[in-house]
């Protein structure tokens, strides 16, 4: 296993302004798992992009051996004839289409004159099988779960002979069981002789499955972690990805007087005509002033349905149920009449419904509080920059200036824009949906600490997490939501990932 299939030797890729990697070097052997792990920004995507096509030979410098033989991958196409595939975190496959349509997009099996779909069905029904995926290969990739769609993807990938399988953030929106079970497919694929580079901000899952890794900061390589020899442990990982140690994830928490009631849901029900059932019933919980409340649960449990129906219902529940702001009884009919009783609710897909990712850092900042930048309907481009300034700064958003365009920014950084989005309006109560999704540690302890700078303030946080250390490290309170319902409340002092999760499954 020593033999490398893949080396990549001082390789620099520039965009304009920004060094986005500086002579990387980064070797991988035949047949074992190889991580690839750095903070939002440190180049990880960039390198990978750079692997298989998506940055062209000679929009870079260096050099890219596969196999021993020298490389010059002008696109995909080309990375996927040297057998290098490649899946991103947002999956690229057409819903409409069937998992078998999808599978061999692109790469269709041709008779004499028309694509072949009897043979199309029967390899993919194979590719199917060799990802443990038993689904019919005429369903329709819409009506498949994350993890199958995940798994889809994969068996796409494997249907064309791939030595090298590159999965950048694959279990960031899966579910437990559903990481688990793509884990240990990964070392099936291992122990078949398929190599794979994984990108992932999970520090757990990487020391469970890397036979090395690798650490990129700031465009540059860092070090060549063996796990053999017992070199990949957290805090090294963590020491070399932020360049400083960091002992304890979660700020310390500060003594905090727990003020008055901020928001209360009382016998709160939804239905969801798109899917023709009940989807909340009976939920009763509140918020205080100076608490962060963890809302934990399993995926699919209700938890970020009952964010949105609480913030204005923007999907369109039918609702039963009561909402006191500071204990008046409110009725949100739109988002915007939440936010103007002081409620705003930070989205856990931040490229999809947070931010507008075409433009740029201020024009985000302010775009949910206009009024408070406008004179008759005019924006005041001068007040837009200062305050989009003021939250680059109180917020540590990292871009060389607020023009530069969203799209451009780490994960990180494009998560503090959606949080400065919403602190910009002004809210008492801040629901935080999924607050560090595919961030690395660096930049979450960032959030922790703006989090607990936000409720020492006064301000109430409700956070929706998956990660039960996150929950247990982060709330004062802990409700544990299970198919639509409430069950259970823990203050802090007495909640344990086993309680939770007991309840989690009730």
Same mark, same amino acid.
């Given at each position: ?9 001082? @390789? +620099? ?53 596969? $196999?021993? !033989? ?7 196409? $080309? ?6 595939? @490649? ?7 057409? %819903? ?6 999808? &599978? ?10 028309? @694509? ?32 199958? #769609? #995940? ?9 064309? $002979? /791939?030595?090298?399988?590159? =999965? ?16 240990? =497919?990964?070392r099936e694929l291992r122990g078949h002789g398929v190599t794979c580079i994984l990108i992932s901000h999970k520090?757990?899952? /990487?020391?469970? @499955? ?22 990949? +442990? ?29 928001? !209360? ?20 919980? *509140?918020?205080?002033?100076?608490? &962060?409340?963890? &809302? ?17 219902? %923007?999907?369109?529940? #039918? ?17 915007? $009449? ?7 609710? /930070? ?60 799209? *451009?920014?780490?994960?990180?950084? #494009? ?30 302890? !960032? ?20 990660? =039960? ?21 823990? %203050? ?15």
């Amino acid at each position: 296993m020593d033999t490398p299939i893949l080396e990549m030797k001082d @390789i +620099t890729k520039e965009f304009p302004g920004v060094k986005a990697l500086s002579n990387v070097s980064f070797r991988v052997k035949k047949g074992e798992i190889h991580c690839l792990v750095g903070e939002n920004g440190a180049g990880k995507s960039t390198l990978m992009k750079v692997l298989s096509g998506v940055y062209p030979y000679g929009s870079y410098t260096g050099d890219i051996l596969f $196999d021993g !033989e020298p490389q010059k991958f002008f696109n995909i196409r $080309d990375s996927e004839r040297a057998g290098i595939a @490649i899946i991103y975190q947002e999956l690229a496959l057409v %819903p409409e289409m069937t998992v078998y349509e999808n &599978i061999f997009l692109g790469n269709e099996i041709k008779g004499r004159f028309v @694509i072949d779909w009897n043979e199309t069905i029967k390899r993919a029904g194979d590719a199917l099988k060799k990802v443990r995926l038993n689904v019919n290969p005429e369903t329709k990739v819409k009506d498949l779960g994350v993890g199958k #769609q #995940q798994l889809v993807e994969i068996a796409k990938a494997l249907s064309k $002979d /791939v030595k090298l399988l590159i =999965l950048d953030e694959p279990t960031a929106a899966l579910n437990e069981d559903d990481s688990e079970n793509l884990l240990n =497919l990964l070392r099936e694929l291992r122990g078949h002789g398929v190599t794979c580079i994984l990108i992932s901000h999970k520090l757990k899952e /990487v020391i469970e @499955i890397a036979d090395s890794v690798t650490v990129l900061r700031d465009g540059q390589t860092i070090c060549t972690l063996d796990a053999a020899q017992g070199e990949v +442990t957290e805090n090294r990982l963590i020491k070399n990805m932020v360049g400083r140690e960091i002992n304890n994830i979660y700020p310390p928490k500060e003594k905090r007087e727990v003020g008055e009631s901020l928001l !209360e849901v009382r016998n709160w029900n939804a239905y969801s005509p798109a899917l023709g059932r009940v989807i909340l019933r009976d939920v009763n919980f *509140n918020v205080r002033k100076g608490e &962060i409340v963890g &809302i934990a649960g399993l995926m699919g449990s209700g938890r970020t349905e009952l964010a949105l129906s609480i913030f204005g219902n %923007p999907v369109g529940y #039918q609702i039963r149920g009561d909402i006191y702001i500071k204990g008046k009884k409110k009725s949100f009919h739109h988002p915007q $009449d939440a936010i103007s009783a002081g409620v705003a609710y /930070v989205t856990e897909d931040r490229k999809g419904n947070g931010l507008v990712l075409i433009q740029d850092v201020k024009q985000n900042i302010t775009l949910a509080n206009l009024r408070e930048i406008a004179k008759r309907s005019v924006v005041n481009d001068n007040m837009e920059v200062k305050v989009a300034n003021e939250y680059k700064t109180s917020l540590n958003i990292k871009t060389p200036t607020v023009e530069q365009k969203v799209m *451009n920014l780490s994960g990180g950084n #494009q998560q503090k824009v959606s949080v400065a989005k919403w602190l910009f309006v002004k809210p008492d109560v801040l629901i935080l949906d999924e607050p560090t999704r595919g961030i690395d540690v660096g930049a979450k302890f !960032e959030i922790y600490t703006i989090m607990r700078r936000l409720v020492s303030q006064g301000m109430g946080i409700i956070m929706i997490s998956s990660e =039960l250390p996150e929950v247990l490290g982060m709330s004062d309170r802990i409700y544990i939501v299970s198919s639509g319902r409430i069950t259970g409340e823990l %203050p802090i002092e007495e909640a344990t990932q086993e309680k939770i999760m007991q309840m989690a499954t009730n």
